[in-house]
């Protein structure tokens, strides 16, 4: 059964301190993985897609990056306004469209 | 470009009643996804449709039906509500019909309460 575990539940970072987000994951055939951002009240706003291991995608102040059994989301110096739940989803061939999400990541970034 | 639009926002309804939600994806999305989001289990797939047809199920009761129509809006009714199925509902709609490249593009949720 695929599953999808997210590292720390929660992190409290101040301004500027750079860190990662875990998201390991067990899946019989990755078609992709997926980080998304949720703001309290809000629909997760998609990120990045990875796709094989070794690939790395950027986004401003975000990073991710993909192994064959975790993906790392690396913040540089982050910014209050970066405070949100992460998300970190697969969706594996054989299981049509589904994306199958993790638990998230709650960061909140202080001044 | 507009997003996708759920409507109702918020809901209150009695256990044992129906309820039903929209959802009318981005212009040219013709791939809809439904997920249930509750703070014990997360974000959970419910359904998935494309072109009117159902592609792919989650594991929920058949209490959870869903359907598309010819213009990709979507719709999901739950019957004989239950406490448990208070949640959020989240519509999500995707450009690709094979490897989405862009992601899918939630909808802000309609937010049911269950009493």
């Known amino acids: 059964e695929d599953q999808v575990t997210q590292s720390p539940e929660a992190l409290r970072l101040q301004e500027g301190e750079s860190s990662s987000l875990n998201c390991s994951y067990t899946?019989?055939?990755?078609?992709?993985l997926f980080w998304y951002r949720q703001d309290p009240g809000k629909g997760p706003e998609f990120l990045f897609t990875?796709?094989?291991a070794g690939e790395e995608k950027e986004k401003e102040r975000l990073k991710a990056t993909l192994t064959k059994k975790e993906s790392f989301l690396h913040i540089t110096a982050p910014k209050p306004e970066d405070s949100a739940t992460y998300l970190c989803a697969v969706q594996a061939h054989g299981s049509g469209y589904a994306l199958n999400f993790g638990k998230g990541t709650s960061l909140l970034v202080t001044p | 470009k507009a997003g996708v639009t759920q409507t109702p926002r918020y809901l209150i309804k009695t256990r044992g009643q129906q309820v039903t939600l929209s959802c009318s994806p981005i212009?040219?999305?013709?791939?809809v996804s439904w997920y249930q989001q509750t703070p014990g289990q997360g974000l959970q797939f419910l359904f998935e449709y494309f072109s009117e047809t159902q592609r792919n199920k989650g594991n929920f009761p058949g209490r959870f039906s869903g359907r598309q129509f010819s213009n990709s809006r979507s719709e999901m009714n739950v019957s004989t509500l239950e406490l448990g199925d208070s949640a959020l509902y989240l519509c999500?709609?995707?450009?690709?019909?094979?490897?989405?490249?862009?992601?899918?593009?939630f909808g802000s949720g309609t937010r049911l309460t269950v009493v």
């Open positions: 899946v019989s055939g990755l078609r992709g």
């Open positions: 212009s040219g999305h013709r791939s």
């Open positions: 999500a709609s995707s450009l690709a019909s094979e490897a989405p490249n862009y992601g899918y593009t």
């Open positions: 990875l796709y094989s």
